[in-house]
């Protein structure tokens, strides 16, 4: 059936005055009495004895490096608001209401979802890490790839049968999602609207969100996501204190390299075809990650923000032949004489000729899978490290034990 039919049967269904962007099908969550001076937010249950002029929401979050995401508390709701950096013409206001509690007035173009959510469905492996830390893995009803997870709770849900694939391309993915009914889908936002499928998903009644993470121009506005996905939960205090450490231990490896003079230059991306290169932009947040690793990216003058960018293969070598160090290939590759055999024009660059290419897919599993994909967003402290170690070992206070992100091709 296709996702056409789908929209026109739920318009058919829906009560008159029914939004179908805000439909969702109608769930019973346990509800409880909180009284007039609740401690904390509400983890599992709506409330049952709703009074005007309490606080609901005791444990609040608050976004200082994201570039995308702000949010405002009323006394039993949470005002979200999501900017694209790279589609500014896209502002998004999500209303989040705790159960049980009336909901604000509102533009008609307002997402409004009841939390904390009890379903929730992702097609960006990379919040999987993130549910995993929040201790919401038993909420998770679907996601892209089922043999692609690396997160160890993750792949037993999965083995459960409690969890949809939602694999698939662009609009084919509209029905998978649909039937695994969540309460919440987060869809991969891309730097290009027409391969962005949230508008469609909402038109059918599915609360569909954005997200964004990899358009951050840190990695810890990137890591900030964890409070995007605890908002959802009511788990600010949780991902307050887990936030905080991963700040501080980013800031504390950051600050090694804060007065170096020299910086070994590092290029990076992979062929992405016939006379082309992917890369990510001079403003994203692995340019940023690079830069407080003590390194210098070779397309830092770039303006792009994206993660994804295609740039000609004479433009890379112009800026990267001389580079020193190769910072995330293309993943799976067994060693470096295997990337050689199968692009030989990479002998053309320094770092490939002396040795110094790595990857971030320490343990790859396949298909594009590796704890890099659904661990890395909540972890920059690590991937910093271990990239402090690549480029400047004698700063480092210690050896790391192991890599968890970033191999080196032998």
């Given at each position: 059936?296709?996702?056409h ?19 969702s099908?109608?769930r ?10 609740p ?19 005791p444990?609040?979050?608050?976004f ?9 508390y ?12 790279v ?8 209303v ?24 929730l ?8 890490g ?28 999965v ?18 999602i ?13 730097a ?11 038109q059918v ?52 390299t804060?007065d170096?003079q ?8 992979f ?6 290169f992917?890369?990510?932009?001079g ?16 397309l ?5 923000r ?7 293969f ?6 990267g ?6 910072l ?22 320094r ?19 590796s ?8 972890r920059?402290?690590?991937l ?13 206070p ?13």
């Amino acid at each position: 059936m296709s996702w056409h039919l789908w929209a026109v049967l739920l318009l058919l269904i829906c009560v008159p005055g029914c939004d179908a962007r805000q439909a969702s099908l109608a769930r019973v969550q346990p509800a409880h009495n909180v009284g007039m001076q609740p401690e904390h937010n509400q983890l599992e249950a709506c409330v049952a004895d709703y009074h005007a002029g309490v606080d609901y929401f005791p444990q609040r979050a608050s976004f200082s490096w994201s570039d995308q995401l702000s949010v405002e508390y009323g006394l039993n709701f949470k005002r979200l608001r999501f900017r694209s950096s790279v589609n500014v013409g896209e502002p998004l206001e999500i209303v989040l209401v705790q159960c049980g509690t009336p909901t604000p007035a509102h533009s008609p173009a307002t997402l409004v979802v009841q939390v904390p959510i009890q379903r929730l469905a992702t097609g960006n492996s990379a919040m999987l890490g993130a549910a995993d830390e929040l201790g919401i893995v038993d909420r998770l009803v679907g996601i892209e790839n089922v043999r692609a997870p690396t997160v160890e709770s993750v792949r037993k849900r999965v083995a459960s049968g409690h969890i949809h694939e939602l694999w698939g391309n662009a609009h084919s993915n509209i029905e998978p999602i649909m039937a695994a009914q969540p309460d919440v889908y987060l869809s991969f936002f891309s730097a290009n609207p027409q391969f962005n499928i949230h508008p469609q998903l909402q038109q059918v009644g599915v609360l569909a969100l954005p997200q964004a993470d990899h358009l951050e121009s840190h990695p810890l506005g990137r890591a900030e996501w964890l409070k995007f996905l605890a908002l959802l939960v009511n788990r600010e205090a949780q991902a307050n204190r887990q936030f905080a450490a991963i700040e501080h231990d980013y800031l504390r490896w950051a600050a090694l390299t804060s007065d170096l003079q020299q910086r070994p230059l590092v290029m990076a991306g992979f062929p992405s075809g016939r006379g082309s290169f992917e890369v990510f932009g001079g403003l994203n947040q692995r340019a940023r990650l690079i830069a407080d690793a003590g390194g210098q990216y070779v397309l830092e003058q770039s303006r792009e923000r994206g993660s994804l960018v295609q740039v000609s293969f004479e433009h890379i070598y112009e800026k990267g032949a001389a580079a020193p160090f190769w910072l995330g290939a293309r993943p799976g590759y067994a060693s470096l004489p295997q990337m050689l055999a199968t692009s030989p024009h990479s002998r053309w660059f320094r770092a490939a000729r002396e040795g110094r290419v790595y990857a971030f897919d320490q343990g790859y599993t396949g298909a594009w899978a590796s704890p890099y994909q659904d661990q890395s967003m909540t972890r920059p402290h690590v991937l910093l490290a271990e990239l402090l170690q690549v480029l400047h070992p004698q700063l480092s206070p210690s050896a790391l034990p192991s890599n968890v992100f970033v191999r080196k091709l032998p």
